[in-house]
T-cell receptor, first 114, second 109 residues
Framework: IAGITQAPTSQILAAGRRMTLRCTQD?????MYWYRQDLGLGLRLIHY???????GKGEVPDGYSVSRANTDDFPLTLASAVPSQTSVYFC?????????????FGEGSRLTVL | GQNIDQPTEMTATEGAIVQINCTYQ??????LFWYQQHAGEAPTFLSY??LDGLEEKGRFSSFLSRSKGYSYLLLKELQMKDSASYLC??????????WGAGTKLIIKP
């Protein structure tokens, strides 16, 4: 059972380039999330999707976009990367957007923008 | 504003007991979570509290007091593999998770 798969695991990117982080889950969870994790800060929500076909903005959405064409895939796109987007990005899923809502996380994508 | 406070770092001895505290100020409350995160890895779920009191799960227990905006995670019989960061998160009135910065726990032999 794979759970949540993220790609790439690590990437160095020049500022101004476009980048898409991929996330796929095989648990048939309705809700999916993208977080960034920076040293000394808590996980911060970028975008979320409570069900296929819908998305919402989190705490730090600027510079990022997402799509949810189907239940399994939730890619995160940086249209024009900037150094402040250097971070570790985690994709997560849960059965639904509310309730006990235990999150299952992917292994993370470490992105460096130079 | 919404805020979750945890100690940045704690040190404990193998075999001992450690208590990691978490205080929160959020707009509404719909449950509190604890996650464990080993260095370079993804967070994994440890516990969930929505009512006041103690929830026990093996060597780990989590306590909640909603009136005090306070929770703690208690780890007993510490093992070296418990060296990790422990993340406290509160689900607010909009069912969004607000995360603390995490407590790095160092276990010494």
């Amino acid at each position: 059972i794979a759970g949540i798969t993220q790609a790439p695991t690590s990437q160095i990117l020049a500022a101004g380039r476009r980048m898409t982080l991929r996330c796929t889950q095989d648990m048939r969870h309705n809700a999916m999330y993208w977080y960034r994790q920076d040293l000394g800060l808590g996980l911060r929500l970028i975008h979320y999707s409570n069900t296929a076909g819908t998305t919402g903005k989190g705490e730090v959405p600027d510079g990022y976009s997402v799509s949810r064409a189907n239940t399994d895939d939730f890619p995160l796109t940086l249209a024009s990367a900037v150094p402040s987007q250097t971070s570790v990005y985690f994709c997560a899923s849960s059965e639904s957007g509310g309730g006990t809502g235990e999150l299952f996380f992917g292994e993370g994508s470490r992105l460096t923008v130079l | 504003g919404q805020n979750i406070d945890q100690p940045t770092e704690m040190t404990a001895t193998e075999g001992a007991i450690v208590q990691i505290n978490c205080t929160y100020q959020t707009s509404g409350f719909n449950g509190l979570f604890w996650y464990q995160q080993h260095a370079g890895e993804a967070p994994t779920f440890l516990s969930y509290n929505v009512l006041d009191g103690l929830e026990e799960k093996g060597r780990f227990s989590s306590f909640l007091s909603r009136s005090k905006g306070y929770s703690y995670l208690l780890l007993k019989e510490l093992q070296m593999k418990d060296s990790a960061s422990y993340l406290c998160a509160v689900r607010d009135s909009n069912y969004q998770l607000i995360w603390g910065a995490g407590t790095k726990l160092i276990i010494k032999p």
